[in-house]
């Protein structure tokens, strides 16, 4: 079995769009594809004929005190503060695997 995952698909399918949809909003160049994107190569038939969608884990709220320095550093940087800070935090169990 392949997986597809698509960051902004999924973000539409959990939005309540169907697949169907999705697929006409990318022909209409409404997904959040970059124009520079570089083009890759077909996966060809057979990679899609089991793929699936699968819908990214759920996230948890957490009160979390911070130093007030940090919080302003990730602010200055603008909005998506606190996705960089999870992007951060999600990089470091990986980090501790070369250890």
Same mark, same amino acid.
């Given at each position: 079995?392949?997986?597809?995952?698509?960051?902004?698909?999924?973000?539409?399918?959990?939005?309540?769009y169907?697949?169907?949809?999705?697929? =006409?909003?990318?022909?209409?160049?409404?997904?959040?594809?970059?124009?520079?994107?570089?083009?890759?190569?077909?996966?060809?038939?057979?990679?899609?004929?089991?793929?699936?969608?699968?819908?990214?884990?759920?996230?948890?709220?957490? +009160?979390?005190?911070?130093?007030s320095?940090?919080?302003?550093?990730?602010? =200055? +940087?603008?909005?998506? +503060?606190?996705?960089?800070?999870?992007?951060?935090?999600?990089?470091?169990?990986?980090?501790?695997?070369?250890?």
């Amino acid at each position: 079995m392949k997986v597809w995952s698509f960051p902004s698909a999924s973000k539409l399918l959990s939005q309540g769009y169907s697949l169907s949809e999705i697929k =006409a909003a990318c022909a209409r160049s409404e997904d959040a594809t970059r124009a520079d994107a570089p083009e890759a190569e077909s996966l060809g038939e057979d990679f899609w004929k089991d793929a699936k969608v699968v819908m990214p884990r759920g996230k948890t709220s957490v +009160h979390l005190r911070l130093d007030s320095d940090i919080v302003e550093w990730f602010r =200055a +940087h603008g909005k998506g +503060h606190l996705t960089r800070m999870n992007a951060v935090l999600r990089a470091c169990p990986h980090s501790f695997q070369q250890f």
